[in-house]
């Protein structure tokens, strides 16, 4: 037998050190590889310092419960469905919610039916249960005082704004992007119906708010957390204002005329034909730009007041009138003054003469009186009525008052060519007539302009 010197290193087959690189890739690789594993199959978990909520606070009986505009902890969507999986649903009795059922005239309740169809389709897609679940919302809310108090007042409140709805497809674009079919729409209207008749869902008990569960508002922690429906999530009021005695509100029969419905709904169509003149199969009312574009803001003070610059160029004349519709909302008093050059939108009232002179389109509505009208500056855009038109306005100002005055008394001019009689307006809104003040007090104090009456030669001033 051969000696082998013990200080000799002994080098192994080919075959075992191909065998043992193996090995060594195998163990890398899984030592990579099951960190990654456990990381990614690991519950998520989201720290609840990261979510900023509204305290959870019960609202005394005495004190109304403020209604929070939606907006949205910056969570993405898996993060936040972990989160509201963390949230417990609240112990204790979830009771269903009385019957409700609608009263009043057959056209108002086919405005509130087409508004809750609107919300529960756009709300919970073409799925019975989900619209169930939203109607039986709307309707706890128009019964609760801290709501309006009209199914079309509830679907769409906030929707004057561009953020703030409270059901976002009212304010976020949604009912002009996403078309749905007339099968779908009769669908959600059938639904609308039974619940306006005396359907109850009785799952959902008093809730006022739901989200689905890939997002987190930041109103969630303040409130119950009481059922879901499918990925829905729905919330009522803590203490007294979450029981079924705080729903106990009398519900107005007095349904408004929501515009953006009207390429949907033939009530709220046939409603807007009347405030305007026209019917949408003569003249595209609706038409996109009108439709998306952004809603202005109200005058500091004066939130039913809007002074806007419309654009001609993308907006149909007939567009203006739903622009201002959807600006205006849902305000029982409302006034949209527009202006097609921008130079020329002023931006404060009282108005100027000049201001008013180039105007080129008013919207005026008055619920308490039942005045609901849009008007058009018709030299500027050419309208197939004349009731559509404003009234022709001629202001003059003190120098010319004086050189006029001076003309007739020196040649007394024919009566065809003197200006005709001008109303002092008191809200910028041509076209509406007002009484006329004394002679005595045409001179406004402080003004560097004096809008008085013009009269004819002979003609005694009126008291």
């Not at 004066?302 to 009138?321: C, K, N, Q």
Request: glycine content about 6%; hydrophobic content about 40%; aromatic content about 8%.
């Amino acid at each position: 037998m051969p000696l082998v010197d013990p200080l000799t290193p002994v080098r192994p087959s080919p075959q075992v050190s191909t065998t043992l690189r193996a090995i060594l890739i195998v163990i890398a690789v899984l030592a990579v590889l099951i960190p990654v594993l456990l990381v990614r199959t690991a519950p998520r978990t989201v720290s609840h310092h990261r979510v900023r909520t509204l305290p959870q606070r019960v609202v005394p009986q005495a004190e109304l419960p403020p209604v929070e505009p939606v907006a949205f902890q910056n969570l993405d969507p898996q993060d936040a469905r972990s989160y509201n999986a963390d949230v417990p649903f609240v112990d204790g009795p979830n009771p269903a919610a009385r019957p409700f059922r609608l009263i009043g005239d057959p056209s108002a309740r086919a405005r509130a039916t087409d508004c809750m169809a609107a919300a529960v389709l756009y709300e919970a897609g073409d799925d019975s249960t989900g619209q169930r679940a939203v109607a039986q919302v709307v309707l706890n809310r128009v019964r609760h005082p801290a709501f309006p108090k009209t199914i079309c007042g509830v679907v769409f409140q906030g929707a004057d704004r561009s953020t703030g709805c409270q059901f976002t497809f009212t304010c976020d674009g949604a009912l002009t992007r996403n078309r749905w079919s007339e099968a779908q729409w009769n669908r959600a209207r059938g639904i609308a119906a039974a619940a306006l008749s005396g359907n109850v869902f009785g799952k959902v008990g008093y809730a006022t708010h739901y989200h689905t569960n890939w997002v987190v508002p930041y109103w969630q922690a303040s409130l119950d957390k009481i059922a879901a429906v499918d990925t829905h999530l729905f919330f009522r009021w803590t203490g007294w204002w979450g029981t079924a005695a705080a729903f106990n509100r009398h519900v107005s029969s007095d349904e408004p005329v929501v515009a953006a419905l009207a390429p949907y709904s033939e009530a709220h169509r046939s409603a807007v034909d009347s405030m305007t003149g026209l019917p949408m199969t003569a003249n595209p009312l609706f038409d996109r730009a009108a439709a998306e574009a952004p809603l202005p803001s109200a005058l500091s003070g004066a939130s039913g007041s809007f002074l806007v610059t419309l654009d001609a160029d993308t907006m149909s004349p007939d567009g203006f009138a739903a622009y201002a519709a959807r600006a205006c909302g849902d305000r029982a008093y409302c006034k949209v003054m527009g202006w097609t050059d921008p130079s020329k939108t002023p931006t404060a009232l009282p108005l100027q003469p000049s201001q008013i002179a180039a105007m080129s389109f008013s919207y005026l509505r008055d619920r308490s009186r039942g005045y609901d009208k849009a008007l058009w500056n018709c030299r500027e855009f050419r309208r197939p009525a004349a009731n559509q038109c404003m009234k022709a306005q001629t202001f003059l100002s003190t120098a010319q008052l004086v050189s006029e005055t001076l003309k007739l008394d020196e040649e007394p001019a024919p009566a065809a060519a003197l200006p005709p009689h001008v109303p002092l307006l008191s809200d910028g809104l041509t076209g509406i007539r007002r009484k006329e003040p004394a002679a005595d007090k045409a001179a406004a104090p402080g003004r560097g302009t004096l809008l008085v009456p013009v009269m004819k030669p002979g003609e005694a001033a009126k008291p």
